[in-house]
């Protein structure tokens, strides 16, 4: 039994009680994926299971096994970061930083949810193929990352210039 | 969280082998391991039925049939659903989180059970929902986002779905499977009202599945989904309506309006619909058509607001609906 | 606090009345910032440049460790069960359930814990952090429903929350004070804070209110908060031998290090405290019982303790800010002239924290009037201790204030901002000290004309589609403070390069990045020459991360610090030196040496300096003045806040669509990390406007939405683009010319937005939060 996180095959826990963010934490020692609540209130536990964002407070890890999770940790490239980390610090997107990875995480797998068109509750036209990188829609996407220290206009902001402004940026 | 065993079922009859007394189903995880790790749930072990039948099929005569274990994103991204079901697309839309949508099933978002503050509440307050005959600390406590239909002295919770209130609006049905066979359920006899056994959800038979959710043709092209929250987004409704209207030369052909956030289950408003099928597809009409339904309405102490709130969003929402058919 | 003890603060009160007129009227250049930092004339520099955080690339990338990621061999972690009742004692306690569960270590109660002292309550002395006085798992009393009644330590976090669930405890159970309103009729009691009792009469205000030809008398409630950081209180504790180690996510580390030594009969040097990161704090990142536990625990155990609590565990836990009701009434002539200002009312604290929310502070200095009567009073109730939460004081009580001012704008038929202009005091109106600095009009001016304030229509006039619009403004204030035990350590390098030292916090403030351009630019070097580091007890000075106060104190501590460090070099330089001959004062750091200040080019550098006098390095720590400018002036913070609403006319929902703060705050030492903290401020001030809410049952004294699900905090989508402007007029008398500016932001908020919501609806709502129901 195994599991996939951040290219590398590591080990399920035993116990099936273990959430997919605790065995990151404290199984794989992969802290970067932060529990603010632990009740999928948050956001900040946000991870990729196989480019879809899911809060990993709320998954067991066990139905996860043989999937490809993402987390902050595997984002950049070596010392590269991953364009969109690069324009949270170019756009301040963060204070504390303990929210950061989730809503990272969270608008890596929101922009591509959005280029493949899929809707929000801000879209207009449910019918439309394609829906525009704005700021309602930006925003009502990110709804499910909190941030206490207020960091909201940063983080749009950081998004649109990664996303929208290049869409050449893969998601 | 209580300890349990884990497996994962291959298919509807393995899911159903596999849930013996004290198991429950695992869909998506969002509501249950919650309420697992609040140890008000306390299985002895998990059927994950996520490997189940996630799939949209076209219905002959224009129905569509959804799998139990799909997504809640993946059908409100449907195209069919989109065009042919707003409403349900932007009630799922208006539910939980993006990320909660991802995990969430069609059946688990159909069981998951209420926000009641007290129900949360295991070590520190009574609930007849916990623990059926303990009290109930919300009728005298904060209650605002709690019932005004359909309550009992025993439970004034409401069920917190918008998806829910969708498919009570679209005449849905639920297909169930059991050791005893199959069965299809008219959505809106799925869920119960509290009356004395607010314990008791749903008419789900013990070890019971949840296997599809069939939407038969819709009645009209236009159908839509109002929720009304305490801020701009993620936020359980205080009151939520989802409607579909057919107007012909401006006399309301027919109607099927639910309402979220008001009741123990998702409230189809039957009365409204019969007060407004003929009648002149007007503001007064729709006022009036909310007024029949909330003639009985019961407020609690932090909650009458919401009789006024469900009039109005009642009659904004049909006259949105007008509005575009006319 | 008996009546004798309250009548001994007061005398020492009145004897602290002396010192601080001759502080008042000393010479200016007697008090510290009497001559303006040299720093401030400087302005090409690094300071006042819009550097991206230098935690930035460490953060994006999860590698930032914070308190519960200190990994240590044979950790084992811990789950705190919590009381269920606010008053009463343990009947029985069950724990041998528990304590056979798989993985459990021990189950710690008050039957075996350490013996402990209680925590010294924050401001009970200097370095006192404790948010409450009480005995910790010491007896079976219980003084508040959520209070930590046993702590399990087990091999994993499931093992230890499953095993905490198999506690089984019966109270027993006493008459609890829980209800404000039945507390309030038997009788309130007059407030101290910070040793200072919270009323303030000048003339006879209420007489001069009944005569006055306009008026408003009007009460306001606000309820309780919580300040919900992101990141749950955690620690990671362990013990060698006597000497305790904390990682914890702390806003006061050397508080905390000296509080848990009383708490352990340790000396203060025994017990090491390090938070590196912090995932916010607001007020709440001090030290609560759980460290204390986690410490107890270990020591119990001998081994290392986890302690994170659950979202649930920081409401049951840590304080929140607490209720209050204020009256305000204000009287005035036909011109605006305030002939009254009355700000009265009642807050709840407890028995056991030094803490009533003190909502007239902002009142003291915000206009000239007549007279004023300024009160708070208190009831203590049977609850967790309350506490500091973003602008204590202010941000309740700009709400009441500010609305209040609106109020009688209406009734007057005059602009507001003219109102508030007209009332513009020329000295501090209640203590009569100078402003050190006060260009609140100025940002009024500016703020308007950017925001489109003459577009303002008459209340209820102004819709589109099912949607009311309107405008509002407020005044937002926060006092500049700048506490005693400030000290910083200044190392330098042959190769120029400095590391500067202070134990001071970065919760996103921005902090190691401000100070690494602040220290760069007054040592004159580059940013990449300096380390600023901090976080940790061991480090030199006493510093709060609170009241807003962290860069003047941090900002004095190291001009003493580089003083001292001049004056080492100019030792070690000797006669052969350009500099030879002078005094510290006359210089400073420039281009990677030392200079004469007004003769730039007499000047050496540090390789220099340092390799003729043979040294590879020279190190200078000192402490900065005790802050006696606070007495010698009146010194604030200001802000002008615009806000425009959407109301719902179907529905009663409120939207903010825009908002500008214009802010009068000193010099701006960081636009970009500025202006992320007002917006912070601003955006939690949304949240105070329009939802949030911690939810008190009164009939058990209980918290029902310990939660971030049902505690609702402003998502993306409630927050819009929010336009940030300032004065960057220097205080002259202040390191920098700079003033702290954590707390401004959500100060004036409140009130922006319901003096918004009625110039959209015509309607005035009193009560916080303005949730929907208030509005249909």
Known sequence: MSIMINGAAMSLPEDPRVSLLDLLREHHHLTGTKKGCNQGACGACTVLVDGERIVSCLALAMQYEGRAVTTIEGLADGNELHPLQQAFIEHDGFQCGYCTPGQICSAVGMAAELKRGAPSNVTGDLSADTIAFSRDELAERMSGNLCRCGAHNGIIDAIGATFAARPEVAA | MTPFSYSRASDAADALRRATAGAKYLGGGTNLVDLMRETIERPAALVDVTGLSATIEERQGGGLLIGAATRNTAVAEHRAVRERYPVLARAILAGASAQIRNMATMGGNILQRTRCTYFYDDEGSQCNKRVPGEGCDAIEGFNRIHAILGASPACVATHPSDMCVALAALDATVHLRSAGGERVLPFTDLHRLPEGRPDIETVLEPGELIVAIELPPPLATRSTYRKVRDRASYAFALVSVAATLAVEEGRVKDVRLALGGVAHKPWRAFKAEDALRGQPATEQAFRAAAEAELAHAVPLHDNAFKIELTKRTIAAVLGELAGEAA | ?776
Request: charged share 20%.
């Open chain 3, 1 to 776: 606090m008996n009546i004798v003890e309250q009548a001994t603060k007061v005398t020492k009160t009145a004897a602290q009345g002396l010192m601080k007129k001759a502080v008042e009227l000393a010479p200016d250049s007697w008090i510290p910032g009497g001559n303006p930092d040299p720093l401030i004339r400087q302005q090409h520099g690094h300071v006042g440049k819009p550097v991206s955080r230098l935690d930035g690339p460490v953060k994006v990338r999860g590698a930032a460790p914070f308190a519960a990621e200190f990994a240590t061999e044979g950790l084992v972690y811990a789950s705190v069960a919590f009381s269920t009742v606010a008053k009463g004692r343990i009947a029985t306690l069950d724990t041998a359930t528990a304590e056979a569960a798989p993985g459990v270590v021990l189950v710690m109660t008050y039957r075996n814990a350490p013996r402990l002292k209680p925590m010294p309550a924050f401001m009970s002395a200097a370095k006192a952090a404790g948010g409450d006085s009480l005995p910790i798992l010491q007896d079976e009393r219980i003084h508040w429903n959520g209070q930590p009644v046993a702590v399990v330590l087990a091999d994993t976090q499931e093992q230890a929350d499953h095993a905490k669930s198999l506690i089984h405890v019966v109270y027993e159970a006493e008459a609890a004070t829980t209800s404000f309103e039945a507390d309030k009729a038997r009788g309130t009691e007059p407030a101290l804070f910070q040793g200072e009792l919270m009323k303030v009469e000048i003339g006879d205000a209420e007489t001069a209110l009944a005569a006055a030809p306009h008026r408003v008398d009007a009460t306001y409630r606000t309820p309780r908060h919580n300040h919900n950081a992101i990141e749950p209180h955690a620690a990671t504790v362990s013990w060698n031998g006597d000497e305790l180690r904390v990682h914890d996510a702390s806003q006061a580390v050397v508080h905390t290090a000296w509080s848990l030594a009383q708490v352990f009969g340790l000396d203060e040097k025994q017990v090491h405290v390090t938070s590196p990161y912090v995932g916010g704090g607001f007020g709440s990142k001090t030290l609560w019982q759980h460290q204390v536990l986690a410490a107890a625990a270990a020591k119990l155990a001998g081994r290392p303790v986890r302690i994170a609590l659950s979202r649930e565990g920081v409401y049951r836990m840590v304080g929140g800010r607490s209720l209050t009701e204020q009256r305000v009434a204000i009287g005035a002539g036909d011109d605006g002239h305030f002939t009254a200002i009355v700000h009265t009312g009642v807050t709840a604290m407890t028995r056991h924290n030094a803490m009533p929310e003190p909502f007239i502070v902002a009142t003291r200095s915000a206009y000239a009037a007549d007279t004023f009567k300024l009160d708070v009073e208190v009831v203590h109730l049977d609850m967790l201790a309350n506490t500091f939460m973003r602008a204590p004081g202010e941000a309740v009580g700009t709400f009441a204030l500010e609305c209040a001012i609106d109020e009688l704008a209406d009734r007057l038929g005059m602009d507001p901002i003219e109102l508030r202009i007209r009332n513009e005091p020329d000295k501090d109106p209640t203590q009569g000290t100078p402003f050190s600095s006060r260009h609140i009009v100025e940002a009024y001016r500016t703020g308007a004309e950017r925001f489109g304030w003459h577009n303002r229509a008459a209340p209820g006039t102004r819709r589109e589609g099912e949607w009311l619009v309107g405008m509002g403004c407020a005044t937002g204030t926060y006092p500049y403070y700048r506490m005693p035990g400030g000290a910083a350590r200044i190392t330098l390098t042959r190769d120029g390069r400095a590391t500067v030292a202070v134990a001071a916090h970065e919760m996103g403030m921005g902090t190691a990045t401000v100070h690494t351009q602040v220290a760069a630019e007054r040592l004159g070097l580059e940013l990449d020459q300096v380390t600023v580091v901090y976080g940790d007890s061991t480090l030199p000075g006493v510093v709060l991360a609170g009241g807003s106060q962290q860069t003047a104190s941090m900002g004095a501590a190291v001009i003493a610090a580089q003083h001292a460090l001049v004056g080492e070099l100019l030792k070690l330089a000797g006669n052969d030196s350009p500099l030879a001959g002078l005094k510290p004062a006359e210089v400073g750091g420039l281009d990677g040496g030392l200079c004469k200040l007004d003769e730039p080019e007499r000047r050496e550098s540090y390789a220099s300096i340092l390799s003729r006098a043979g040294r590879d390095e020279v190190t200078a720590e000192a402490e900065a003045p005790m802050p006696l400018e606070l007495q010698h002036w009146s010194m604030h913070s200001h802000g002008a806040m615009f806000c425009e609403v959407r109301v719902n006319a179907v529905t009663g929902e409120t939207r903010v669509s825009r908002f500008l703060g214009s802010f009068d705050c000193g010099r701006i030492l960081n636009p970009k990390t500025a202006t992320s903290q007002f917006r912070g401020g601003i955006i939690m001030g949304l949240g105070l406007a329009l939802m949030e809410e911690t939810q008190f049952d009164e009939r058990k004294g209980r918290v029902m939405n310990p939660s971030l699900a049902e505690y609702h905090l402003p998502v993306h989508l409630d927050v819009p683009a929010i336009d940030v402007i300032w004065t960057d007029i220097p205080d002259p008398h202040t390191p920098m010319g700079a003033h702290g500016i954590g707390e401004i932001g959500i100060t004036g908020t409140g009130a922006a937005v319901a003096n918004a919501v009625y110039n959209a609806t015509g309607k005035r709502v009193r009560d916080l939060p303005l949730t929907l129901d208030k509005l249909l």
